[in-house]
C-alpha cells in the first residue's frame, strides 16, 4: 500500500534555482495538498486542490506554483528558490467533496535545504 | 476554523492510559474535531476524529464534553513508539472545497520506560 508517495526525499539547492516537488496518490482521492514545516512548529498549507482541474491558495504561497497534473499528481514548484523556503514539505490527500468528514493522509516528506 | 490550545508537553509511563487533552471553546455545530500524530519528523498520522459523540478505534479513544469546548484522546495502554507530537484540529466541513488543516504546535508526549 504506497497511499502518498512524495520524491525526491531530500533535496540542497542554491538560493535562485528552480525544482519541482512530486506527489503522487493511489486512493483515488480528489483532494491534495501541499504543507510546508519549519523547526518547532506545526503545517501550513501551501496550496490545497480541492478537485481535478481545480487549485486554491493556503495560508503561505508566496514564492510557490503548483500544478494538479491529473486526479493521482499533485506538483509543487519552486521557481527561485530562496533561503526562507528551506522546509519539510508535505503532501496529502483525501477524499474531498461535500460535507464528507475524511481524515487527510500524508507522505513522508521532503526536505529541502536552499544554501 | 476554531483555534484549539494544548499542552505544550506531557509524559506518561509506558503501559499507562495516557490522556492528551485539548481546549476549543470556540468550536461551530459544523466542525469536527480531528486528533494527528507525528512521529520523529515523518508525515502526520491519522488518529481519530469526531463531531460531538466519543468514539474509539484501533488507535484511541476520543472524549468530547457535552458542551463540546473540550476534548481528551485517551491512548489506552502506552508503548514507547506512541512518542510522538499530537495535533488537535477542529475542522469545519460544511463547505464544499474547505478542507484545510490548521495546525498548531500541538503537544510533545513522551513514553518514559
Known amino acids: 500500500n504506497a497511499g502518498v508517495t512524495q520524491t525526491p526525499k531530500f533535496q540542497v539547492l542554491k538560493t535562485g534555482q528552480s525544482m519541482t516537488l512530486q506527489c503522487a496518490q493511489d486512493m483515488n482521492h480528489n483532494s491534495m495538498y501541499w504543507y510546508r514545516q519549519d523547526p518547532g512548529m506545526g503545517l501550513r498549507l501551501i496550496y490545497y486542490s480541492a478537485s481535478e482541474g481545480t487549485t486554491d491558495k493556503g495560508e503561505v504561497p508566496n514564492g510557490y506554483n503548483v500544478s494538479r497534473l491529473n486526479k493521482r499528481e499533485f506538483s509543487l514548484r519552486l521557481e527561485s528558490a530562496a533561503p526562507s523556503q528551506t522546509s519539510v514539505y508535505f503532501c496529502?490527500?483525501?477524499?474531498?467533496?461535500?460535507?464528507?468528514?475524511?481524515?487527510?493522509?500524508f507522505g513522508d516528506g521532503t526536505r529541502l535545504s536552499i544554501l | 476554523d476554531a483555534k484549539t490550545t494544548q499542552p505544550p508537553s506531557m509524559d506518561c509511563a509506558e503501559g499507562r492510559a495516557a490522556n492528551l487533552p485539548c481546549n476549543h471553546s470556540t468550536i461551530s455545530g459544523n466542525e469536527y474535531v480531528y486528533w494527528y500524530r507525528q512521529i520523529h519528523s515523518q508525515g502526520p498520522q491519522y488518529i481519530i476524529h469526531g463531531l460531538k459523540n466519543n468514539e474509539t478505534n484501533e488507535m484511541a479513544s476520543l472524549i468530547i464534553t457535552e458542551d463540546r469546548k473540550s476534548s481528551t484522546l485517551i491512548l489506552p495502554h502506552a508503548t514507547l513508539r506512541d512518542t510522538a507530537v499530537y495535533y488537535c484540529i477542529v475542522r469545519d466541513i460544511s463547505n464544499f472545497g474547505n478542507e484545510k488543516l490548521t495546525f498548531g504546535t500541538g503537544t510533545r508526549l513522551t513514553i518514559i520506560p
Open positions: 496529502a490527500s483525501s477524499e474531498g467533496g461535500w460535507s464528507v468528514d475524511q481524515p487527510q493522509h
